[in-house]
């Protein structure tokens, strides 16, 4: 997913000095269509397109990037439905109530204050939004809000290559295999903290005793280790490494490992009070790759 007013692009990994560490990039796009320009500071509460990148892009919406056959879903807190692509007159619809090649553009009236999301469901996925993870949180009756949606195009998966992952089980019992001694967690535009190997293969070890933090600790930590160097291939994970640091940042308090963060709670498992992303969904996706289940083998 792209967004406009804010886009957090994953940079190359920094491989200096012993650490491990990951660049963040905020940039902001241009507006791309008259649709879009439109909705800025005008009635719509929420705008934005839908589309598949099309040649050589950004990865941002471009003219003639729109995708078909997709609803965008408006929800509350609660997942109820508040409001689908072409549902006049609560939606002003997509390019005549249809997501059309080359435009794909919606927006949504929202009046009534609130914490609400908005979301795309392909055929056979869920209409609440809460299990999304590319879900937009926006606030009821504040005008020129954006959530572009990126739809993958039918480009074949990623190869699967590499000296093969480890498991945080792994990295906390073969010390000597780690190919650094310092690792630095969190979005360095926001907040980080820098942990010796020792300190880290510690926090591998302590039990999560009700503490998500530790959970999304070890498979990033793994995650990171698993690509440094370009030893297995980072494609299907970079965004999700990404992601999981600036996660940290926003909920990590003061000591970034270790504030508290409870199962059930917004920041973990999605919610109003979240306005990131469910942090269950990155560590999922993060422990998959340590298994080996994605873009590169397993250790033997």
């Avoid at 009236?109 to 609400?116: R, S, T, V």
């Avoid at 809460?130 to 504040?142: L, P």
């Avoid at 993958?152 to 019992?173: E, I, R």
């Avoid at 930590?221 to 980072?234: D, K």
């Amino acid at each position: 997913m792209e967004r406009y007013d804010t886009t957090m692009r994953a940079a190359r990994y920094l491989l200096g000095a012993g650490t491990i560490a990951v660049a963040m990039v905020a940039t902001t796009a241009e507006r791309a269509s008259a649709e879009t320009t439109a909705c800025i500071g005008e009635v719509p509460t929420v705008c934005g397109h839908v589309f598949t990148e099309v040649g050589t892009g950004d990865n941002s919406y471009q003219g003639g990037e729109g995708t078909a056959d997709v609803t965008v879903v408006l929800t509350d807190s609660a997942g109820n439905i508040v409001a689908t692509s072409g549902s006049n007159p609560t939606s002003s619809g997509l390019c005549s109530d249809v997501l059309d090649p080359g435009c794909g553009y919606f927006s949504f009236d929202i009046n009534e204050p609130g914490d609400y999301l908005v979301c795309i469901v392909l055929t056979g996925q869920s209409t609440d939004c809460r299990e999304h993870s590319d879900a937009v949180h926006i606030t009821g009756g504040t005008p020129g809000q954006f959530a572009d949606f990126e739809i993958p195009s039918d480009a074949p998966p990623p190869p699967v290559w590499g000296s093969g992952t480890g498991t945080p089980g792994y990295w906390k019992n073969h010390s000597n295999a780690w190919p650094v001694n310092t690792i630095v967690i969190g979005d360095p535009a926001v907040k980080t903290w820098t942990f010796t190997k020792e300190q880290a293969i510690a926090l591998l070890s302590k039990a999560v005793a009700g503490d998500k933090t530790y959970t999304i600790f070890a498979s990033l930590v793994s995650a990171m280790l698993n690509v440094y160097g370009n030893a297995n291939n980072p494609e299907c994970i970079a965004n999700e490494i990404t992601d999981a640091h600036h996660w940290f940042s926003l909920y990590g308090g003061t000591v970034g490992v270790g504030s508290g963060v409870k199962a059930k709670s917004d920041a973990w498992v999605g919610g109003p009070t979240n306005t990131f992303k469910a942090a269950e969904l990155i560590h999922t996706k993060m422990d998959d790759y340590n298994n080996g289940l994605l873009c590169a083998p397993h250790r033997n």
